[in-house]
């Protein structure tokens, strides 16, 4: 039965992939500690189209032990540029004693004054997954996300 029920899935996903209009393309990517970084490009075959985007995946820390992955979406250069001037703002709080929050459409970032890492979490309506940087993952994701200009590549 389980067999039958794999074959079955099996076939059903290559279905699926065979019938899929949307190419996607790794044109940038970076690990950072437990995070993977990636600037992709998405090509709609039926429609010749390509969407550029920043993608920022990472296992929600806020549950231990149950696979939970998140992403933080970003789209624009207009997107990019202000993550990055968050993280820029933050970075220098990090080692500070204080409590800051602040929150964008597509994530949130807060900072605790008992512990020296920026918690990053996803989109506030999407729910409450996040992960947390120290100072060397912070600088180290502000320069690669340096590199990237949002529609080239």
């Given at each position: 039965?389980?067999?039958?029920?794999?074959?079955?899935?099996?076939?059903?996903?290559?279905?699926?992939s065979s019938y899929s209009q949307i190419k996607t393309v790794n044109i940038s990517r970076?690990?950072?500690?437990?995070?993977?970084?990636?600037?992709?490009k998405a090509i709609d075959l039926s429609k010749s189209d390509t969407t550029y985007i920043?993608?920022?995946?990472?296992?929600?820390?806020?549950?231990?032990?149950?696979?939970?992955?998140?992403?933080?979406?970003?789209?624009?250069?207009?997107?990019?540029?202000?993550?990055?001037?968050?993280?820029?703002?933050?970075?220098?709080?990090?080692?500070?004693?204080?409590?800051?929050?602040?929150?964008?459409?597509?994530?949130?970032?807060?900072?605790?004054?008992?512990?020296?890492?920026?918690?990053?979490?996803?989109?506030?309506?999407?729910?409450?997954?996040?992960?947390?940087?120290?100072?060397?993952?912070?600088?180290?994701?502000?320069?690669?996300?340096?590199?990237?200009?949002?529609?080239?590549?």
């Open positions: 039965m389980k067999k039958t029920i794999l074959l079955i899935l099996f076939i059903f996903a290559l279905l699926i970076s690990k950072i500690g437990c995070v993977f970084c990636f600037y992709q920043v993608r920022i995946m990472y296992q929600n820390k806020r549950k231990v032990g149950v696979i939970d992955s998140e992403v933080i979406n970003i789209t624009t250069q207009s997107e990019l540029k202000d993550f990055c001037n968050d993280l820029k703002t933050a970075l220098p709080q990090i080692c500070e004693k204080a409590n800051l929050s602040w929150s964008r459409e597509g994530y949130a970032i807060s900072l605790y004054e008992s512990t020296k890492a920026l918690y990053l979490f996803q989109s506030p309506s999407e729910g409450d997954g996040y992960t947390t940087f120290n100072t060397k993952s912070v600088k180290k994701l502000l320069s690669w996300l340096d590199t990237i200009e949002i529609g080239k590549g």
